[in-house]
């Protein structure tokens, strides 16, 4: 393949697994750090549409193993468990010109990370309204009132 064609390739397979990643892991409010995360679990290449199901399917049932396992660890039998956590964030680039990050928490005991967040300056949405509407229009303002529930920017700083 030309270099252009299997890059755009690659990042389509990275964004669709970051939305498998994202959805499902909700989903289950589990996530795990190691080789048998959601992310690598995906096929990386052309699936049917039942493949792809079918896999983030059997992702949802090991991250159910997974809450099993911590709640076991814990030796807790509650809904809520009462678990010792850590965070740890990290920036796509150093200094303060990065524009995406990603925040983990992650469980002492067990080493799984049990939730994530990513973490965004920039979206791309509102920037295509400000060029398109003007950033002080009384349109953009409007729009911008039905937009910032599913606006991109979660992170100022």
């Known amino acids: 393949m030309p270099r252009q ?42 699936m049917r549409c039942q493949t792809l199901e079918d896999s983030c399917l059997s992702t949802v049932k090991s991250l159910n193993d997974v809450r099993s ?33 990603v925040g983990c928490v992650i469980d002492l005991l067990t080493g799984f990370v049990l939730d994530f967040e990513i973490m965004s300056k920039r979206c791309i949405e509102c920037e295509h309204a400000k060029s398109g509407l003007g950033e002080n229009s009384a349109e953009f303002h409007v729009w911008y009132e039905g937009h910032i529930s599913s606006c991109a920017i979660n992170h100022v700083g």
């Open 69 to 101: 396992q911590v709640k076991s660890a814990y030796q807790s039998n509650s809904a809520i468990t009462d678990i010792d956590v850590t965070f740890d964030g990290t920036w796509l680039t150093r200094g303060y010109s990065s524009q995406i990050g």
């Open 5 to 46: 064609k299997r890059s755009s390739l690659v990042s389509k397979q990275k964004a669709n697994k970051r939305w498998c990643s994202e959805h499902y892991s909700h989903e289950t409010d589990v996530f795990r750090k190691d080789e048998t995360s959601i992310s690598s679990a995906l096929p990386e290449r052309n």
